[in-house]
């Protein structure tokens, strides 16, 4: 079945440090959804991102489907402590009535 | 605006106990969903709904029951609880899959002893 790879698994970085979380599928995605969920709480959703090559923002998130809307990546600019959490993508299934997730990105902030 | 609710937050049951887990959203939703999260291995479906009165399999539906009587409400039901069924467990809605998100209710950490 269709899957959804997420890289890298954790990622520990001093306050103000940027991250990257990237999203990789093997087949050609209609659009990517990213979600938040801090330690303890739920995901709640980010962004979707539905056109070849599109980029959006949010304040110091920036978010990129690639050309080929085989990928993905979240960019954190200057990490703060109210960015940990765990940073997960997710894709159509292709059937239109669920979604694949990918494992997450567990992002970790020293002060 | 309550958007998913979900109860009980918190649940111990004993091994061969069942219980049920409910949802229940005000947004109007057509999609319900449950999922069951556990330490890396993020969000694993086991059960959806498109709409009311239908349900389907999801990735993990085996030792679980769900019904969707109502539109607004979503349940879940552990027949026999087993030990590998200790998780958090979620509930999520949505109007629709490939261009809508989903919204989530803050979970029910239930331990199977």
């Known amino acids: 079945g269709q899957q959804v790879m997420q890289i890298p698994q954790y990622q520990h970085v001093q306050e103000g440090e940027d991250f990257t979380t990237y999203c990789n599928s093997s087949?050609?995605?209609?659009?990517i959804q990213w979600y938040k969920q801090r330690p303890g709480g739920h995901p709640v959703f980010l962004i979707q991102?539905?056109?070849s090559g599109e980029v959006k923002k949010q304040k110091r998130l920036t978010f990129q489907f690639g050309e080929a809307k085989k990928n993905s990546s979240l960019h954190i600019t200057a990490t703060q402590t109210t960015d940990v959490g765990t940073y997960f993508c997710?894709?159509?299934?292709?059937?239109?009535?669920?979604?694949?997730w990918g494992l997450g990105t567990s992002l970790a902030v020293n002060p | 605006n309550a958007g998913v609710t979900q109860t009980p937050k918190f649940r111990v049951l004993k091994t061969g106990q069942s219980m049920t887990l409910l949802c229940a959203q005000d947004?109007?939703?057509?999609?319900m969903y449950w999922y069951r999260q556990d330490p890396g291995m993020g969000l694993r479906l086991i059960h959806y709904?498109?709409?009311?009165?239908?349900?389907a399999k999801g990735e993990v539906p085996d030792g679980y029951n769900v019904s969707r009587l109502k539109k607004q409400n979503f349940l879940l039901g552990l027949e026999s609880a087993a030990p590998s069924q200790t998780s958090v467990y979620f509930c999520?809605?949505?109007?629709?899959?490939?261009?809508?998100?989903?919204?989530f209710g803050d979970g029910t950490r239930l331990s199977i002893l």
């Open positions: 087949t050609t995605l209609s659009n």
């Open positions: 947004m109007n939703h057509e999609y």
């Open positions: 999520a809605s949505s109007y629709g899959v490939s261009d809508q998100p989903q919204h």
């Open positions: 991102l539905v056109k």
């Open positions: 997710a894709v159509n299934a292709g059937n239109n009535r669920k979604l694949i």
């Open positions: 709904s498109v709409g009311e009165g239908t349900t």
